[in-house]
T-cell receptor, first 113, second 113 residues
Framework: KQEVTQIPAALSVPEGENLVLNCSFT??????LQWFRQDPGKGLTSLLL?????REQTSGRLNASLDKSSGRSTLYIAASQPGDSATYLC????????????FGKGTKLSVKP | DAGVIQSPRHEVTEMGQEVTLRCKPI?????LFWYRQTMMRGLELLIY????????DSGMPEDRFSAKMPNASFSTLKIQPSEPRDSAVYFC???????????FGAGTRLSVL
């Protein structure tokens, strides 16, 4: 059974710092991996989707890497800003399904001015 | 496009009552997903549809839960009878196809008293 773990559960950093969020999964036979952002009381916003054949994806100050063999993904945020404060979740499809996403519990990020 | 639209945003009901949550996916998207989010269990997939057909409903907790997608632009999630443990935020998401980025609605916060 696929399990997704995110460590740490919460992280507080000063503005301007570079930071890394971690995601691990138990079954390396994944179709892709997605990183989402969730603001309090809101839905999820997709940040990056990495296909199984890719090693990384970049969008602005965000860079996500994928190492299928070790069951790990990282989300790198450069020059963090208070507006980056949110909960970040990673998700992988369950088994051979392309739609049934299994989510981690998320990392709650607080960037202090 | 206005994105995924869910209604109502908030629902407070008494135990034993029927609850119906509604979702309008993004036009042109072929896959629709219902999730439930709680503090204890995080975000869990309940059911997803592809081309209006239920593909995987293994996440539906019990027979009290049912979901329908009568056409490509509308889906409902019904709980009958509702119980206090059903209290959660219910999200609907849609994607162009099963393996693509999923776009989430703002969610329905359900409280069953």
């Amino acid at each position: 059974k696929q399990e997704v773990t995110q460590i740490p559960a919460a992280l507080s950093v000063p503005e301007g710092e570079n930071l890394v969020l971690n995601c691990s999964f138990t079954d390396s036979a994944i179709y892709n991996l997605q990183w989402f952002r969730q603001d309090p009381g809101k839905g999820l916003t997709s940040l990056l989707l990495i296909q199984s054949s890719q090693r990384e994806q970049t969008s602005g100050r965000l860079n996500a890497s994928l190492d299928k063999s070790s069951g790990r993904s990282t989300l790198y945020i450069a020059a963090s800003q208070p507006g980056d404060s949110a909960t970040y979740l990673c998700a992988v499809p369950h088994g051979g399904s392309q739609g049934n996403l299994i989510f981690g519990k998320g990392t709650k990020l607080s960037v202090k001015p | 496009d206005a994105g995924v639209i869910q209604s109502p945003r908030h629902e407070v009901t008494e135990m034993g009552q029927e609850v119906t949550l509604r979702c309008k996916p993004i036009s042109g998207h072929n896959s629709l997903f219902w999730y439930r989010q709680t503090m204890m269990r995080g975000l869990e997939l309940l059911i997803y549809f592809n081309n209006n057909v239920p593909i995987d409903d293994s996440g539906m907790p019990e027979d009290r839960f049912s979901a329908k997608m009568p056409n490509a632009s509308f889906s409902t999630l019904k709980i009958q009878p509702s119980e206090p443990r059903d209290s959660a935020v219910y999200f609907c998401a849609s994607s162009f196809s099963r393996g693509d980025i999923q776009y989430f609605g703002a969610g329905t916060r359900l409280s069953v008293l």
